[in-house]
């Protein structure tokens, strides 16, 4: 069987369709438009016959109709929410699903914060995670409350430093304005902004990156670092006495930066 690829299929503005293709069938994760999706497979002679869906946001969801009509019996798989019709393989935490086409397996997290139906999927190719983890930042809370992301956050942190993080913007160089104010002496973002600077002149994505490079920038999962902790402290004005605290005030600071 050929080698499983990832490419980045782009919509609107700054969204990412993730693309699995083995060169003859393909999945794609969170198709906000059906037109870039049919006109890749049509470029690249692919057969869609899988679907991942992470969240019921439009932007995510808004291409499924026509992407059903375009191919036909499909999988689509996603969370339990009622109110994306088109999935008709609803997953829970902890469920398996297997991508027979591709010949991999993927597990499920739920992971709610961004939205409360949010899911995550997760195997040795990589994390889907739409918009919990993004590089250099994490999902707004839409829903979910700040326990609730902290946790989910929490939960990616346990992957293996290696994994592949695969989240659906382009939003690095905009959070990492964001993350230089949270933790101004660290030198392995200041590296890894030169480097993403690099990747979006020549047009580039930054995308995607690793839970470990992650864990080293990003002010989201370093909510037990010195400095961090003093610069949420700051802006909340008093002290943080949990990681928890200090992510909540951490993201009510980006809300407005």
Avoid at 33 to 56: E, F, G, M, S, W
Avoid at 66 to 90: C, H, K, M, S, Y
Avoid at 113 to 132: Q, W
Wanted: with cysteine; aromatic share 8%; net charge negative.
């Amino acid at each position: 069987m050929p080698s499983l690829k990832i490419k980045p299929i782009k919509a609107f503005e700054d969204n990412y369709i993730w693309c699995l293709t083995n060169g003859e069938t393909c999945a794609v994760v969170d198709p906000g438009d059906a037109k870039p999706v049919i006109r890749y497979c049509k470029r690249n002679n692919l057969q869609l016959t899988d679907i991942l869906i992470t969240h019921h946001h439009s932007d995510h969801t808004g291409g499924l109709s026509d992407l059903l009509e375009a191919f036909g019996d499909i999988n689509v798989f996603g969370p339990t929410n009622p109110n994306i019709q088109a999935i008709n393989q609803r997953l829970t935490d902890g469920d398996n699903i297997e991508l027979a086409s591709l010949g991999i397996s993927l597990n499920i997290i739920e992971v709610p914060g961004h939205t409360l139906d949010h899911i995550a999927y997760v195997g040795p190719c990589g994390l889907f995670c739409g918009d919990t983890l993004f590089s250099a930042g994490c999902g707004r809370l839409f829903e979910g409350t700040p326990r609730q992301m902290y946790q989910s956050l929490s939960r990616l942190m346990s992957l293996d430093d290696d994994t592949q993080v695969y989240c659906t913007h382009e939003y690095t160089l905009a959070n990492i304005k964001f993350t230089q104010a949270a933790e101004p002496n660290n030198e392995a973002l200041l590296n890894y902004k030169g480097w993403a600077e690099s990747q979006r002149v020549d047009l580039k994505p930054t995308l995607p990156s690793t839970i470990g490079q992650q864990k080293a920038i990003n002010p989201f999962l370093r909510t037990n670092n010195k400095e961090v902790q003093q610069r949420a402290e700051h802006f909340a004005g008093q002290a943080l006495a949990t990681p928890e605290a200090v992510f909540a005030s951490l993201r009510a600071w980006k809300d407005n930066f």
